[in-house]
Structure formats: structure tokens, C-alpha cells
């Protein structure tokens, strides 16, 4: 039998020897260089090996993946690494995720796992209500944005087109009534990825007017209908800008337009009264998409799609009409794209229950002064900030694009700090996003000195 004694105490020793890799891995991140060193990388060639022949020793395939594998990640979990938008991971978050692992449950179906649907039910709410939304709304645990922003277009699409008499489950897209897809000049591109996969042409859209910060210019808005889409963001990937939401959701409402959030990490900023300035106007809109992994530090993958209509959620999401009886709870698999699926509710659940409200909001404000130091500190050695910083974003310009990308190389050559490169309103950047639990004010500290350094060497290029 599979659990017999040999077997148990092979996998005993197995787990303790992974816990003890990871336990060592989490204790030396915050020293580890943060971008892996080149020899680290050279040496994921030993994974190129032809498919074994036989089994290996469970504990011998652990301690290779350590041995070869921790040294080539990308230490995102440490203090000081500022690329992509990319947040940490809390210990509560990282602990859920090896218990949620032994599990191993199915969040399809509520049968499959009770755990795992009842814990998604109250994150739906508990994110609700982190981000000021709507009680009524209905959301769905998915990978990522990308995914969270599809789900959400292909619910608009349902609703607006049912509006119309269409029915797209049934019909499909072809010959359906036509709908508009209005976004700002500055939209992230996983919003026209998103568009694409639900059958709206990347170029069948009509882009608005940006300002200098990247917000949609509500004043620029063309004449909307109630076969009309309108995506705006809460936070530019770059800038962290927000788009006037207030205006533009009062004006969809009267010409009976949907409004899609991307709010992949700037929506949580909602969390804070701080930015109560910025986030004005958010709620009102019809579907949100934003991502756990980013500023809440859940780990990935987490994204959520968030949906005022759960009725047209369910609609478009749900596998069959029959599952949707009225009165029945809710059912993890009608509300995503997906059907199996690991239970990623769980992750941020604990997460959430660890830091609470006060820990949330603390985490943001945190990170929003690291950045403002971070600001502060570079136009103090001369440089040139790029955005005004109105929450975690900073773009820095070292002078012309190629001492930029210069500087950008040996910062992440140099591995104390890691920070990418993007192109702002035809100005070559460096981006620094501090979005991690774990970066403290010594990071920082370091981290600038690092850059200012290599910035300083650059000069004479
Ligand atoms: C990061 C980001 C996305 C994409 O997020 P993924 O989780 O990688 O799919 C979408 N929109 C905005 C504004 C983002 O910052």
C-alpha cells in the first residue's frame, strides 16, 4: 500500500528537508544579491538533461532544486527589489501556502473542497470591503490582472449584448450589435490583451486623450452608449496615476455605459484615507480587476475580478445554466474562467487575517514614503524625477536614454537593489516600485546609495 510505513517516512523526510531549505532560504533573502549572479544562471544548465529513465530519491530531487534552483531566483521576496509592480510575500501568506500545498484541494466545486470555497466567499467580501466596493458585488479567484481584467470585459460584454437582445454564450460574437471599447492613451497592455481574447479588435477601439501624469482626460470623452465600454485605471504601471473616476463614471451613468477598473495595485491605495483624493469615485464603477500579489503581498498567483452584476458574472463564467439555481451557494468555478484549480483563496485569507486593516493600510503608507525618500534622495544627487509621486511609483531619468539604460544595466549587474527600465512619454526611465512588506527604511537607504553611486560613475560616460 501507497501508505505504508516506508512510504510515510519518506514523505516525513522529504517535507522536513524542503521545510528546512525554504526556512534557510527566508532567513538569507534579506542579504542575498538580488538579481542572481551570472555563474547562478550558467548553472541552470544542469537542469538540461534528458527525461530520466528511472525514479530518484524524493530528498535527492529537493536538494538539487535548492542547490541549483534558489540561487537563480530573483530574490522579489527581499527588501530590495523595486522591478515590475512585483510585491513580497507576508510570512502568513508563504505558511497558508505550504499547509494549502498539503491539501492539495480542488476550489472547482464546493464539494470538492468546503474549505476552500468558504474561505473564497468571505476574501471576495473582505476585498470588498478593503477597497471601499459595493456589498452586492460578486468576484472570482484568478491568476492574475490579465485574467481578472478578461473576465471582467467578457461579463461587460455579456451584460451590454443581453441588453441589446444578444445572447453571446448562445450567438457568439459574430453579427452581435456592435460595442464601442474606450480606453486612455496610457492603458496597460494587458487590458488590449484582455480585449483581444474576448474578441474585441485591438484597434477597434477608441483611445482618449492622456494628461502628462497618464490619466484619461474625462473632458475628452466621445459621446458614450449603453453599448459602450469604458476602461479606466486606478494606478499607471508607471506613474501611479488615477484616472478622474468621479467624472467619468458620473458621465458613463447618464449615457448608460459600463465602467472596467484596472486597478492591479493602485486600487488598494483605497485602503488608506491618505489618498481618499486620488481614489475618488472608484466604487462607482460596474467591474474591477486587481491583483493580491502586488501590494498585499499574497504571493502568487492571485488576482480577483470583481463584478457589481453577479447574475452577469455567473452568466458569462458559469458552465451551465443549470448550476445556477437561485438560493444555492456560491460556487468557486462559475465565477472564473477556470474549472480546476488550486484553492488560492486560501493564501489570502491568512494573509488578510494577519494584517487586517490597519496592517493593509500600514503597508501601503509605508511603501508610499519609501517611495517619496526615494524621490527625495535622487533629486537631491541631481536627477531628474520624472512623475510626481503620488504613491509607490518613482521614474527617474539619469540624462540622455543611453546613460539610462546604462545605469539601469549596472544597478541590476551590482545586485543591491533591483529596478527596470521603461520609456514615459518618450523619456527612457528607470522604474522604482516599492511594493514589498519587507523593504525597510535601511533598504532604502542602501538601495539609493547604490543607485546614486553607479549613476555617479555613468556621469562621465
Ligand atoms: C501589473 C499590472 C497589470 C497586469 O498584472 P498581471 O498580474 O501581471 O496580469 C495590469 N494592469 C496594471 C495597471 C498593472 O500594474
Not at 459600463?258 to 486600487?267: E, I, P, T
Not at 460556487?331 to 493593509?360: D, N
Not at 541631481?382 to 545605469?407: A, K, M, Y
Request: glycine share 8%.
Amino acid at each position: 500500500m501507497a501508505t505504508d510505513r516506508g512510504a510515510q517516512s519518506q514523505s516525513s523526510e522529504v517535507l522536513h528537508l524542503a521545510a528546512d531549505k525554504a526556512r534557510r532560504y527566508v532567513r538569507d533573502v534579506a542579504e542575498q544579491r538580488v538579481g542572481p549572479s551570472e555563474a547562478a544562471v550558467a548553472a541552470l544548465a544542469e537542469f538540461n538533461e534528458p527525461f530520466p529513465l528511472l525514479p530518484s530519491n524524493p530528498c535527492d530531487v529537493i536538494a538539487r532544486l535548492d542547490e541549483i534552483g534558489s540561487a537563480a531566483t530573483v530574490a522579489t521576496t527581499g527588501g530590495r527589489y523595486f522591478g515590475f509592480v512585483n510585491g513580497g510575500m507576508v510570512p502568513a501568506a508563504l505558511a497558508a501556502n505550504w499547509l494549502a500545498a498539503a491539501w492539495n484541494q480542488n476550489a472547482a466545486l464546493r464539494v470538492m473542497s468546503p474549505i476552500a470555497a468558504e474561505l473564497e466567499e468571505v476574501v471576495v467580501r473582505w476585498v470588498c470591503e478593503a477597497l471601499g466596493l459595493p456589498p452586492e458585488c460578486a468576484g472570482g479567484l484568478v491568476t492574475c490582472a490579465t485574467m481578472a481584467n478578461f473576465t471582467a470585459l467578457a461579463t461587460a460584454r455579456y451584460a451590454l449584448l443581453a441588453r441589446a437582445g444578444w445572447d453571446v454564450t448562445a450567438d457568439g460574437m459574430f453579427g452581435a450589435p456592435p460595442i464601442e471599447i474606450v480606453v486612455g492613451a496610457q492603458v496597460h497592455a494587458s487590458i488590449l490583451k484582455a480585449l483581444s481574447l474576448a474578441g474585441f479588435g485591438r484597434k477597434r477601439i477608441t483611445i482618449v486623450e492622456a494628461d502628462g501624469q497618464g490619466r484619461m482626460r474625462a473632458d475628452k470623452l466621445p459621446r458614450l452608449s449603453e453599448r459602450a465600454i469604458v476602461c479606466i485605471q486606478a494606478g499607471n504601471v508607471n506613474t501611479g496615476a488615477f484616472d478622474p473616476a468621479e467624472e467619468i463614471c458620473h458621465v458613463a451613468a447618464e449615457q448608460g455605459a459600463w465602467v472596467h477598473v484596472d486597478g492591479a495595485f493602485g486600487l488598494w491605495a483605497r485602503i488608506s484615507h491618505k489618498y481618499e483624493h486620488l481614489t475618488r469615485g472608484f466604487e462607482k464603477a460596474d467591474s474591477w480587476a486587481t491583483d493580491a500579489h502586488k501590494w498585499p503581498n499574497v504571493g502568487y498567483d492571485s488576482g480577483l475580478a470583481i463584478v457589481r452584476d453577479g447574475v452577469a458574472l455567473r452568466a458569462s463564467m458559469g458552465i451551465t445554466a443549470a448550476y445556477l439555481e437561485p438560493g444555492s451557494r456560491r460556487e468557486p468555478m462559475h465565477h472564473t474562467p477556470e474549472a480546476s484549480r488550486r484553492a488560492r483563496g486560501v493564501e489570502l485569507w491568512a494573509a488578510l487575517k494577519s494584517l487586517g486593516r490597519s496592517g493593509l493600510c500600514a503597508l501601503i503608507e509605508r511603501t508610499c514614503a519609501h517611495a517619496q525618500r526615494f524621490a527625495q534622495g535622487l533629486r537631491k544627487a541631481g536627477f531628474e524625477v520624472l512623475n510626481d509621486v503620488v504613491i509607490n511609483q518613482v521614474l527617474v531619468s539619469f540624462s540622455r536614454p543611453e546613460v539610462t539604460r546604462e545605469v539601469i544595466r549596472r544597478v541590476q549587474e551590482d545586485g543591491t537593489c533591483w529596478c527596470g527600465g521603461t520609456v514615459w512619454q518618450g523619456e527612457t526611465a528607470m522604474r522604482i516600485s516599492v511594493s514589498s512588506w519587507a523593504t525597510t527604511e535601511t533598504d532604502v537607504e542602501r538601495s539609493l546609495q547604490a543607485i546614486v553611486r553607479i549613476a555617479g560613475e555613468c556621469r562621465t560616460m
